[in-house]
């Protein structure tokens, strides 16, 4: 190769002005003379064709127009790892090593100058103390000389290599051993040559504990067959990586305590049977991956799955889910409290995102936060009162019944409302003048236009808010806990009529609606806690 032309240029990563790109050729194009480089950008439409020239194929591309042929000047195949540390801290010296008069020692008679001496003192004095790293986007491409990161940068835990132009799992490797003690790595946005076997996995990072490989066209096999060499990780970042098959972790990932397999279009809801025994797995986020359906199949209804035996915090938004299973199914967790499932075609399900809301709180029982909003006790019983009222007549149409030993509800009632026996228990069952000319869930409310205000917080603006008049207080206070952000204590209700100024009446029945208590349009809502 010419000069400034790696000798393993094939593969390297580059950099050409501000777009990243893959080296597939390097070599001459007739008729032209001189070395060209063949490069697959990463960014397909800044190309020009498939690898292809005056009908000679040099290079294959994934897209049709996603190759160049450019000159060798004008790739930049990056720098060093400590290079790149020295630029993006202000490290770099190069312009302070010169030598200068007062940089003088004498021996003897002897003149010796310093050159520098002070400058480099200083410098690695400053990298021995880095401890977070971040060098995104200073395309770094390699470690360097051996063993210079360990000796110069000791105390390293972190380090951010993200956007850079790591070509491969061993130069990544080349750097990362040389860390001690590395407990954190983000590597997304790096198109990383992974492994094919596992004799060429010779480092292991044990003390790394967070690990991101988002966008770096990982597949899950990659993952597990690099997962030895993670024996500690606990969090593990693989957003935007085409997955779409997932195996089972045989011995590894087993400290893994956050999975993000978010914007992957897994090919159903049936592959997270293989990672449901990861057994410390706490945080689970699959976020646009396509999935409609959940279930664990152990188990039946109204009992506890063994599967995700952990798992507290789930986030399923932007999904294709619209069906109530997928909601029934996630009450069979063991130990979820967190659930983020927006922007799927079941929360548009009600005409009232409200209603929505209330009906996943009664059907997961152990849930403590919905959507980033906590749920108050308040709320929750309003919820469960509310679910036990609005699927009553079904129930007893069903067979449920009053009496415990009538009381036989079909197998098309209970998978439907696998709660609601227990909600029975918990509450009572429901009583027929309780059900009797019952309408469906919010359409039977006309809507009162109420002024909430908060007499004992001067600084708390005046809410204009309308409410269905057959709300009951409970859910009311549900809604102020989340309107106000309320800590955690005990709301005490009153209003004051429009037509009777000065008269405050207390809503002391959280089971009444607003009704019962004549409130009107253009009535305020005094709240304090």
């Not at 001690?180 to 094919?196: T, Y």
């Not at 096999?221 to 693989?238: D, I, K, N, R, S």
């Not at 009583?431 to 708390?460: V, Y």
Request: charged share 25%; with cysteine; hydrophobic share 35%.
């Amino acid at each position: 190769m010419t000069s400034g032309v790696p000798s393993d240029v094939l593969g390297r990563r580059i950099l050409c002005d501000t777009e990243y790109a893959t080296v597939r050729y390097a070599g001459s194009v007739p008729p032209t003379t001189g070395l060209w480089l063949g490069v697959e950008w990463d960014n397909p439409q800044r190309g020009k064709h498939n690898g292809s020239h005056e009908g000679v194929q040099y290079f294959k591309c994934g897209h049709p127009t996603g190759g160049s042929f450019i000159r060798p000047n004008k790739a930049n195949f990056g720098v060093d790892f400590l290079t790149a540390v020295k630029n993006r801290y202000g490290l770099n010296v190069e312009q302070d090593v010169e030598c200068e008069k007062e940089n003088a020692l004498v021996i003897g008679k002897k003149t010796v100058e310093l050159v520098g001496f002070d400058s480099i003192i200083e410098q690695q004095s400053q990298l021995n103390k880095l401890v977070d790293i971040s060098v995104r986007e200073c395309a770094v491409s390699h470690a360097g000389q051996k063993e210079e990161i360990s000796r110069t940068c000791p105390n390293i835990r972190s380090i951010n290599l993200s956007k850079n132009l790591l070509p491969s799992w061993e130069k990544v490797t080349d750097i990362a051993c040389q860390v001690q003690n590395l407990e954190s790595l983000d590597l997304s946005e790096n198109k990383i040559k992974f492994p094919s076997d596992s004799a060429s996995i010779t480092c292991t990072l044990s003390k790394l504990r967070v690990l991101a490989l988002n966008r770096t066209g990982v597949t899950w096999a990659e993952v597990l067959l690099c997962a030895p060499g993670w024996p500690a990780l606990e969090q593990l970042y693989l957003a935007s990586n085409d997955i779409t098959v997932l195996e089972r972790p045989i011995n590894v990932l087993q400290t893994l305590k956050l999975l993000d397999l978010s914007n992957n279009q897994l090919i159903d809801g049936s592959q997270l049977q293989l990672i449901a025994y990861l057994p410390r797995l706490e945080q689970l986020i699959l976020s646009n991956t396509g999935i409609s359906s959940i279930h664990f199949p152990d188990v039946g209804f109204g009992c506890k799955t063994k599967m995700f035996p952990l798992l507290q915090r789930l986030a399923v938004d932007d999904n294709k889910i619209l069906q109530w299973s997928f909601i029934n199914e996630l009450d069979k967790l063991q130990c979820l409290q967190s659930l983020h499932c927006q922007n799927n075609p079941l929360m548009g399900t009600e005409k009232n995102p409200e209603t929505v809301r209330q009906l996943i709180i009664a059907k997961i029982g152990q849930l403590k936060f919905l959507n980033k909003s906590e749920i108050f006790p308040d709320e929750r019983k309003g919820a469960e009162l509310d679910y036990r009222k609005m699927f009553g007549n079904d129930w007893i149409m069903a067979g449920g019944n009053q009496n415990p030993d009538k009381n036989r509800p079909n197998e098309e009632f209970l998978a439907a409302h696998p709660r609601y026996q227990l909600l029975c228990l918990k509450y009572g069952a429901p009583e027929e003048g309780e059900l009797k000319g019952q309408q469906p869930f919010i359409l039977k409310n006309q809507l009162l236009t109420l002024t909430i205000k908060c007499p004992d917080k001067p600084d708390q603006k005046p809410i204009e808010k309308k409410l269905p008049d057959s709300m009951i207080i409970q859910k009311v206070k549900g809604l102020l806990y989340r309107l106000l952000k309320i800590p955690g204590s005990e709301l005490k209700l009153s209003y004051e009529s429009s037509k009777m100024e000065g008269k405050e009446i207390e809503l002391e029945n959280d089971l009444k609606p607003l009704q019962f208590y004549s409130i009107e349009n253009g009535d305020s809502l005094l709240v304090r806690w």
